[in-house]
């Protein structure tokens, strides 16, 4: 008995002193430090330290990339077998994603979507894909000689005309499909359940197959069963890369520092190094006529086609929206219309930047 009272005369006595030293806390001296009086570190300048940050353990990681490598054939495989592959661990998986993509899917078309930026249209992105399924079908049936005919102009009033256009196309070769590859399928852009759903019905269609990366430890909440096993149809694969997200983190706000909204010549190289070389010529012809063009309100999109067509950096329309949707989601370029109502194409950047963009994407 004794030893029960004197326990809770101890759990007493540290109650007693807890709330005795709160009453006598909160009476005493408040400091004035706020928040705001804290020096801190200029946005570019933490974000270029962070950008240069060496690598530990490259051959370690090189070795491990290595290993992924001899399983491309599985998944070339997995693919095939109508699986859908969902990349996830530790490190940015875009590289190997990409490698992936470049190495062993070249007898397939491939279409990028990247989930990692603050807004994706995916309205426009699925009808990329229809153009260029109904594109891909259409020259395997001359190539065959077969007469059968399908939907020949691609729907554009709403996203179910155009999954349903997508699921509709048929083709007796089961080997023809299109692989979409969505790097950080659980981004920003893409949590909402609208979105994920849009995603699932785009996988379920038999011509279509996902490679997709995830970060977020919350990510598998995002489907139902019926999603991850009918749509998606997941292969999962634990492929930690420990590489830095470094074209992924350029959307967040860091933390220590100022914030800024303009956006500077170092993050939109950044941004444009992780497109493809078309996409950056496009962009550098847009640059020269605006640095030219100075007093002009920007670049009238025919002309840009034009130029980019000339130069054979585009084949259609469609290839160049498919780049002016990456700059617009990456926020790179801006539209308007001038006074004559053309809608005409601007880079949110002062000369000076601009130059210095070029400069940084020559060398």
């Known amino acids: 008995m004794e030893d029960i009272d004197n326990i809770e005369e101890d759990e007493f006595g540290f109650s007693r002193n807890y709330f005795l030293a709160k009453e006598l806390g909160g009476s005493s001296k408040r400091s004035a430090r706020k928040l705001s009086d804290i020096n801190l570190v200029d946005e570019q300048e933490l974000r270029e330290t962070a950008f240069n940050i060496e690598t530990k353990h490259e051959k ?111 083709s007796e070769d089961k080997d023809c499909f299109i692989c979409v590859v969505v790097h950080n399928i659980d981004g920003p852009a893409l949590r909402d359940p609208e979105s994920q759903q849009t995603l699932a019905q785009l996988a379920s269609c038999s011509h279509i197959r996902i490679i997709a990366s995830i970060d977020h430890v919350n990510a598998p909440l995002l489907w139902d069963k019926k999603m991850v096993h009918k749509q998606f149809n997941w292969l999962w694969h634990h492929v930690p890369t420990f590489a830095p997200y470094k074209v992924e983190g350029v959307f967040f706000p860091l933390v220590l520092a100022q914030g800024s909204t303009a956006q500077t010549a170092k993050t939109a190289a950044i941004v444009l190094q992780s497109l493809t070389p078309n996409a950056q010529n496009v962009f550098k012809i847009l640059a020269d006529y605006q640095l030219s063009h100075p007093d002009e309100d920007g670049m009238p999109t025919e002309e840009l086609y034009s130029a980019s067509r000339e130069r054979f950096f585009v084949s259609s329309q469609v290839t160049l929206n498919s780049h002016l949707t990456e700059f617009k989601d990456h926020e790179l370029v801006k539209t308007k219309r001038n006074s004559d109502g053309q809608e005409c194409l601007n880079i949110p950047l002062s000369s000076d930047a601009l130059r210095q963009l070029l400069l940084d994407l020559s060398q």
Do not use: H
């Not at 998986?93 to 490698?99: A, R």
């Not at 078309?109 to 995916?122: A, E, H, M």
């Open 60 to 170: 370690e990681i090189d070795e491990l990339l290595n290993e992924y490598k001899t399983m491309y054939p599985k998944w070339v495989f997995e693919l095939r077998c109508g699986f859908g592959l969902l990349m996830y661990g530790f490190g940015s998986k875009k590289g190997l994603i990409e490698d992936f993509a470049s190495s062993s899917l070249t007898e397939y078309s491939v279409v990028v979507i990247n989930g990692y930026l603050p807004s994706v249209n995916l309205k426009q992105v699925l009808l990329a894909i229809a153009e260029l399924l109904s594109d891909q079908l259409k020259s395997r049936r001359k190539s065959s000689g077969s007469l059968s005919k399908g939907q020949e102009t691609v729907p554009s009033r709403s996203v179910d005309d155009i999954l349903s256009f997508i699921n509709g196309s048929q």
